[in-house]
T-cell receptor, first 117, second 113 residues
Framework: DTGVSQNPRHKITKRGQNVTFRCDPI?????LYWYRQTLGQGPEFLTY????????KSRLLSDRFSAERPKGSFSTLEIQRTEQGDSAMYLC???????????????FGPGTRLLVL | GENVEQHPSTLSVQEGDSAVIKCTYS??????FPWYKQELGKGPQLIID?????GEKKDQRIAVTLNKTAKHFSLHITETQPEDSAVYFC????????????FGKGTHLIIQP
């Protein structure tokens, strides 16, 4: 399968713990995005990378959240001191500005569902 | 920033009938409008998209129309089938340089056999 992959698919943690999620984009896609989706809502943009550079952060991304893409391939999203309000599906998407296709076309992974107890 | 409104929140149609989902956006500089289908427990899957220089696009049973003046775009599904049952999201990218998609709240499409 050459689509976007995310691990783990599910995570249950206790309030106050740190969690880290991983996203592997479609091979050679140079843009990678993180979104958060709560029940009954559409995904909300958190941040994105072009290669290894983090180019934009939403105001939804509090200082407890940090994302990295050190080698311009996979990315990690860490949430420190988790709160019950962090419970959501965390989605990753990737796109390419180098291919002949439209640069905005974002392909999503299956998501990581986080439950904070 | 961009704001996307989507209606209806739930749509129930008989198998074989057509379904129409409508969205409006606020930022006149937005220039790219994708539609995603999301099944339970899965990530959103792109089904069709349209750019601001095109008024309509079709792909088999699915079509999207865009009215830039009214800042309105719609998804049309004809000859609906049970496998079309899912949540559908419209989205837009603001032309202000931000590359994150702004999504509507979704439409739960139910195909009645």
């Amino acid at each position: 399968d050459t689509g976007v992959s995310q691990n783990p698919r599910h995570k249950i943690t206790k309030r106050g713990q740190n969690v880290t999620f991983r996203c592997d984009p479609i091979s050679e896609h140079n843009r990678l995005y993180w979104y958060r989706q709560t029940l009954g809502q559409g995904p909300e943009f958190l941040t994105y990378f072009q290669n290894e550079a983090q180019l934009e952060k939403s105001r939804l991304l509090s200082d407890r959240f940090s994302a990295e893409r050190p080698k311009g391939s996979f990315s990690t999203l860490e949430i420190q001191r988790t709160e019950q309000g962090d419970s959501a599906m965390y989605l990753c998407a990737s796109s390419s500005i180098l291919s002949g296709g439209p640069r905005e076309t974002q392909y999503f992974g299956p998501g990581t569902r986080l439950l904070v107890l | 920033g961009e704001n996307v409104e989507q209606h209806p929140s739930t749509l129930s149609v008989q198998e074989g009938d057509s379904a129409v989902i409508k969205c409006t956006y606020s930022d006149s500089a937005s220039n790219y409008f994708p539609w995603y289908k999301q099944e339970l427990g899965k990530g959103p899957q792109l089904i069709i998209d349209i750019r601001s220089n095109v008024g309509e696009k079709k792909d088999q049973r699915i079509a999207v129309t865009l009215n830039k003046t009214a800042k309105h775009f719609s998804l049309h599904i004809t000859e609906t089938q049970p496998e079309d049952s899912a949540v559908y999201f419209c989205a837009a990218i603001s032309g202000g340089g931000a590359d994150g998609l702004t999504f509507g709240k979704g439409t739960h499409l139910i195909i009645q056999p």
